[in-house]
């Protein structure tokens, strides 16, 4: 008997356990989460290579409408405080050079080729150098250049 009343007891535990997980994980509720990174850009969404990544892009993927919410407020800050002060003249110049005329590098921080290519030769190429504070290594951005 009591061999029995031990298994029983061990499979209400273990039931009682599931049961609990189970309800918690209905109420998960996902959300982004939305970082202010520097004083200049409005608080926006930062992905850092962690062992939460894959579940934080998971959760990013189910929002949609929140993603595309910040990219729309990311997109307005650029127009009101980033372009206004740039210029797209080389990449207007060089628009047969572009995989995508819409797509252009600011003047500001374009990369030139230190040897002129293509026919007629050039040394444009549509990237451009991205730095960050707090951060000691340039990104080189280019845009789908053409082969």
């Known amino acids: ?13 273990v039931s009682a356990s599931a049961i609990i997980m189970m309800r918690r994980r209905n109420q ?3 959300h982004l989460v939305i970082k202010k990174t520097d004083k200049v ?17 998971d959760t990013a993927a189910l929002l949609q409408e929140g993603v595309m919410e910040e990219f729309e407020k990311l997109e307005e800050f650029v ?12 990449g207007l ?3 047969l050079r572009n995989r995508y ?19 007629p030769k050039s040394s444009y190429i549509n990237a451009s150098w991205v730095n960050f504070d707090d ?13």
């Open 93 to 95: 110049k060089n628009l």
């Open 79 to 90: 127009k009101q405080k980033i372009e206004p002060g740039e210029t797209c003249e080389e």
């Open 1 to 13: 008997v009591s061999a029995t009343t031990s298994v029983l007891a061990i499979v209400v535990i």
């Open 101 to 119: 005329k819409d797509i252009l590098p600011y003047d500001s921080n374009l990369v030139t080729l230190s040897s002129p290519t293509g026919s």
């Open 41 to 57: 850009l409005p608080a926006h969404m930062v992905f850092t290579n962690s062992e939460t990544l894959s579940n934080e892009l």
């Open 135 to 147: 951060f000691s290594q340039s990104i080189l951005a280019v845009q789908a250049p053409k082969a």
């Open 28 to 30: 998960w509720i996902p």
